[in-house]
């Protein structure tokens, strides 16, 4: 059982992780805990866009739309590799997802392919999204994969985690495709490296 950090140490985390961050409004306060509840947290879920342009990404991210309210993140990694926080609580970000997967996060083993919508995720994840069309052309700049990994590294290693906590959308939710432009393979041997 891991009780999500406050909100002052997960800014203090991403700033020592070595991210540029912006905070966005009244971020701390901005979530959508009326819904139920955050927490315990066992993991980061990342996360693309599907849209391009940093001040339209964060702020869509920040309020949402109208089926969807925000925050629909807790940061926006944009492709300047900065990390904008819009939300801390729970954010409309993870949806229902595979109740196998979140048992297989927990005990950091290899994840099950998803095949079922069933468990409620947005208590259970901090979420990143990252500004990318997610078309499959669009770049990654080194700058934001980097950031991701920080920030994917700083939140594991604040809760004594492997990389085995961190998780795309995709291996969470059926139907789910991001992100799209990288493996999470990939992108857990990075953040394993980083935790060493």
Known sequence: MAPP???GA?????RAAGVTVVEVGDWRHHNRNHKGPWGPVHGVMIHHT???GEERTVEL???GHPDLPGPLCHGVITKDGRVHLVGYGRANHAGLGDDDVL???IAEKTLPHDNEASTDGN???Y???CENLGDGHDPWPEAQLAAVE???AAICRHHGWTERSVIGHLEWQPGKVDPRGFTMAWLRARIRDRLK
């Open 127 to 129: 979420g990143f999204e």
């Open 10 to 14: 997960f800014l203090s985390s991403l």
């Open 103 to 105: 048992r297989a996060v």
């Open 5 to 7: 950090m406050s909100a």
């Open 150 to 152: 920080k920030v994917s």
């Open 50 to 52: 599907a849209t391009r």
């Open 61 to 63: 991210c920040r309020t």
């Open 123 to 125: 208590r259970h994840f």
